[in-house]
């Protein structure tokens, strides 16, 4: 048999029947699990600066200690789940409940600054979207082995900012296309 | 939570990080497609930047365990009575691009009903709902990576992509796989479809092998007398590098 794999196609326009109508999940972390709780709002753009109402974003993260969930272990009963998935509404946002992740090993002895695994499907996207979220102000992020393989006139696309009108709320933009477009990566 | 479960994952040999394969040129679809019409705003237009891979990219949820029920993998027995159009039984196995079952791993699928209209709020096509179907299914691979579903043959349906543009008949299917990376949404087609080449969403693949492994085949085996005819679909996500250890 032919093992290439199998092609990616769009989820199209009505992917909530399938995926996020019986099945989302917005809160990454349950109110057991250790560390900084917070709210992280994105807003999704496409090429013309508006708002994409109908694309999927799942996240995958570590624990505050920066562990990655076991695969042993099942997603949906778990204080600390590690992975979200959530579609856009409306007006092209879409937030998620978790805690802030902690550091990852990276290659060698690099350590990753905080961060979180971003995919992106939607109408118009044939294939997967793949980006990470890190957080604006973290002192680890100038030694990130990821940060500083991305353009230093780029890196900030992939910080997400705090929203100063509530205290532990993030807000990461994402740009499809064109001006301050977001950095992908090829994965 | 024990900082020692890292080493359970599967990823991980002595320490180190086996990444996941790389696709072949050609076998996935670009993000930009203009006769796509949809990917000119939203295909990004920077390249994108290399990302080795990390413990981020090789890990990944197990998710979707509980709460199956037995009527999530027969889309005909999700309502009081029996939804309108063909039976029909799909049944495949999901491999990695190593030849190894993907075990216990959730899929989930989404369609049209038998007239081509989707159970959704933003559906509009002039194509009757049908009470008796919603178009939505999950299951769970079996040990050796074995799935099947009973449902209903989608009807084709007409979409603004273009002038006259109709989407050939076809079932969406998402899987998970062990890793992040290896995440897959993609749709099934059907077998003989005339329609084939004249959608971009398939077109959009640029080898030709690549493309015909969305199209379902009809097979004889799956086929139950008096009953459904059935189609088999074979899914493979990507494996691993091999590594000094596997060789």
């Known amino acids: 048999m032919d093992l290439t794999p199998t092609p990616s196609q769009t989820v199209g326009p009505y992917l909530h029947l399938g995926l996020t109508d019986a099945r989302s999940i917005s809160r990454i972390a349950n109110d057991g699990a250790r560390g900084e709780r917070l709210w992280l709002t994105f807003r999704l753009l496409d090429g013309d600066g508006v708002l994409v109402p109908d694309a999927l974003i799942e996240l995958w993260q570590a624990d505050s200690?920066?562990?990655?969930?076991?695969?042993?272990?099942?997603?949906?009963?778990?204080?600390?789940?590690?992975?979200?998935?959530?579609?856009t509404a409306d007006d092209g946002s879409c937030t998620f409940e978790t805690i802030r992740p902690g550091c990852v090993p990276g290659p060698g002895e690099t350590v990753q600054a905080p961060h979180i695994n971003v995919s992106i499907l939607g109408r118009g996207l044939l294939k997967r979207l793949s980006t990470r979220v890190y957080f604006a102000g973290e002192p680890a992020n100038a030694a990130d082995?990821?940060?500083?393989?991305?353009?230093?006139?780029?890196?900030?696309?992939?910080?997400?900012?705090?929203?100063?009108?509530?205290?532990?709320?993030?807000?990461?933009?994402?740009h499809l296309r064109g001006e301050g477009e977001t950095v992908f990566f090829d994965v | 939570m024990p900082s020692s479960r890292l080493q359970d994952n599967s990823?991980?040999?002595?320490?180190?990080?086996?990444?996941?394969?790389?696709?072949?040129?050609?076998?996935q679809p670009d993000y930009l497609y203009p006769a796509y019409r949809a990917t000119r705003l939203r295909a990004p237009s920077q390249p994108l930047i290399f990302l080795p891979h990390t413990l981020s990219e090789v890990t990944g949820p197990v998710f979707g365990h509980s709460g199956i029920h037995p009527h999530d993998q027969d889309l005909t027995l999700q309502h009081a009575g029996e939804p309108l159009g063909e039976r029909i039984i799909v049944r495949g196995r999901v491999l990695d691009g190593d030849g190894h079952?993907?075990?216990?791993?959730?899929i989930e699928i989404w369609q049209a009903n038998a007239a081509g209209r989707y159970s959704h709020r933003k559906d509009?096509?002039?194509?009757?709902?049908?009470?008796?179907?919603?178009g939505t299914g999950r299951t769970l691979t079996d040990n050796d990576g074995f799935y099947s579903f009973v449902t209903i043959k989608p009807g084709a349906y007409p979409w603004r992509n273009h002038d006259n543009a109709w989407r050939p008949a076809h079932i969406h299917f998402s899987l998970f796989g062990p890793a992040f990376v290896t995440r897959l949404i993609t749709q099934m087609y059907f077998p003989g479809d005339p329609l084939f080449a004249y959608d971009p969403i398939?077109?959009?693949?640029?080898?030709?092998?690549?493309?015909?492994?969305?199209?379902?085949?009809?097979?004889?085996e799956?086929?139950?007398?008096?009953?459904a005819l059935g189609y088999r679909f074979d899914i493979v996500l990507r494996g691993r590098e091999s590594t000094p250890f596997e060789k």
Not at chain 1, 65 to 87: H, K
Not at chain 2, 11 to 27: N, Q
Not at chain 2, 202 to 219: G, K, M, N, T, Y
């Open chain 2, 124 to 134: 509009d096509h002039p194509a009757p709902l049908d009470p008796n179907f919603s």
């Open chain 1, 65 to 87: 200690e920066g562990n990655y969930a076991p695969q042993e272990s099942s997603a949906d009963s778990t204080a600390f789940i590690g992975f979200g998935r959530l579609a």
């Open chain 2, 222 to 227: 799956t086929t139950k007398p008096e009953w």
């Open chain 2, 11 to 27: 990823s991980m040999l002595s320490g180190t990080i086996v990444p996941i394969r790389r696709h072949e040129p050609g076998t």
């Open chain 1, 145 to 174: 082995p990821v940060l500083t393989l991305v353009p230093e006139n780029r890196r900030a696309t992939l910080l997400a900012q705090p929203d100063p009108a509530r205290t532990s709320n993030w807000i990461f933009h994402v």
């Open chain 2, 202 to 220: 398939l077109q959009s693949i640029p080898d030709e092998r690549a493309r015909q492994r969305l199209v379902s085949r009809f097979d004889m």
């Open chain 2, 101 to 106: 079952a993907v075990s216990n791993s959730l």
